[in-house]
Structure formats: structure tokens, C-alpha cells
């Protein structure tokens, strides 16, 4: 199972690259943020949560759909 942005994100994320740790992304409300951790969705109806820092350094955590992000070769889904 792996995070993958669902939409590019400026030159250097392609739509179907993985997320990482650090990477800088826009919400689709068109805020930039940082990527500052995730963890796997905990059951099958899950899309799963990703915590985010904006440039003023709040931390949110948020559905991984926020940066346009899903979780693929998803095991627990059938």
C-alpha cells in the first residue's frame, strides 16, 4: 500500500508519484503546505489522514484527499 498524489503539484510532482515526507503541495483550496507525516487508513472504509504544516507552521490533520492524494495496492479492500 502506498500514498500517491492524485493531480501534479507545480514542475517537480507528477499525478501518480509517491508522497513524501517534506514534500511542499498545494490544498486544493490553493494553500501551499508541507507534508509532515501520515499513517496507513486504520479500515477499509478509510481514505486515511495526513498531517500537514502551513507556511505560518499550524499543523492540521486532514483527509489525504486535501492534497489530492489516495492510497493505492490497498490489501484491505476488495
Known amino acids: ?4 498524489y492524485t493531480q501534479p503539484h507545480g514542475k517537480h510532482i507528477k499525478a ?5 515526507i517534506n514534500d511542499k503541495v ?5 494553500e501551499l503546505v508541507k507534508v509532515v507525516s501520515f499513517n496507513k487508513p486504520h479500515n477499509p472504509s478509510s481514505s486515511g489522514k495526513i498531517i500537514i504544516e502551513t507556511s ?3 499543523q ?17 479492500q476488495f
Not at 498545494?26 to 490553493?30: E, K, P, V
Not at 492540521?60 to 484491505?76: G, L, Q
Request: net charge negative; aromatic share 12%; no cysteine.
Open 60 to 76: 492540521s490533520e486532514v483527509y489525504v484527499s486535501v492534497v489530492e492524494a489516495k492510497w493505492i495496492d490497498r490489501n484491505d
Open 16 to 20: 501518480g508519484d509517491e508522497v513524501k
Open 26 to 30: 498545494l490544498t486544493f483550496r490553493g
Open 1 to 4: 500500500m502506498k500514498l500517491i
Open 56 to 58: 505560518y507552521g499550524n
